[in-house]
């Protein structure tokens, strides 16, 4: 059965600082990766996939995401963090052909001035 | 509409009662799918409709929990005889396509169900 762990439920950190939320999966069989966006009193909306290709990942707002299948990890990075980036980041997985996606317990991010 | 709604956005209910929960997702999607999500969790998965037909309601937690989207657009979720471990934010999403798992997902607002 597929899983994702989220490691860090609350990330705060100071703007214009780089930051990495972690997300770890399992699966059996070959997965895509999302990872979702929740602003306060806000639907999710997508922040960036990896269906398959380059491990590198880029999305939205200067946000990307690296696919390390030995590690089944898709962990999400920005180089320099804003104020308006405070949200909660949920990482999510799904099969090749299925109808579920499975969604880790998300991260909080919490951007400083 | 621009994007999906959900109706009502906040509901609280006795415990006994039923509710019907309403999401009108965008124009010409395909796929609906329904979630719930508990304080401090992520999205639970309870059931996809590809068009009219429910493909999957693997997530539904109990015979009290019905879903239905007899015209392949607006879809009502129910809950019947109400409990308070009912009480979460239940987001419904669509999708354009019939879901290979790869598509984006598009959320609506949610409603927040509170059971008394």
């Known amino acids: 059965a597929q899983s994702v762990t989220q490691l860090d439920s609350q990330v705060p950190v100071f703007e214009e600082a780089p930051v990495e939320l972690r997300c770890n999966y399992s699966s059996s069989v070959s997965v895509y990766l999302f990872w979702y966006v929740q602003y306060p009193n806000q639907g999710l909306q997508l922040l960036l996939k990896y269906l398959s290709g380059s491990t590198l990942v880029k999305g939205i707002n200067g946000f990307e995401a690296e696919f390390n299948k030995s590690q089944t990890s898709f962990h999400l990075r920005k180089p320099s963090v804003h104020i308006s980036d405070t949200a909660e980041y949920f990482c999510a997985v799904s099969e090749g052909g299925g109808f579920k996606t499975i969604f880790g317990a998300g991260t909080r991010l919490f951007v400083k001035a | 509409g621009a994007g999906v709604s959900q109706s009502p956005r906040y509901k609280v209910a006795k415990r006994g009662q039923d509710v019907a929960l309403r999401c009108d997702p965008i124009s010409g999607h395909v796929s609906l799918f329904w979630y719930q999500q508990a304080l401090g969790q992520g999205p639970e998965f309870l059931t996809y409709?590809?068009?009219?037909?429910?493909?999957?309601k693997s997530g539904l937690p109990s015979d009290r929990f019905f879903a239905e989207r007899p015209e392949g657009s607006v879809s009502t979720l129910k809950i019947q005889r109400t409990q308070q471990e009912d009480s979460a934010v239940y987001l419904c999403?669509?999708?354009?396509?019939?879901?290979?798992?790869?598509?984006?997902?598009?959320f609506g607002p949610g409603t927040r169900l509170t059971v008394l």
């Open positions: 409709f590809q068009n009219e037909a429910q493909l999957d």
């Open positions: 999403a669509s999708s354009l396509l019939r879901t290979s798992g790869s598509d984006e997902q598009f």
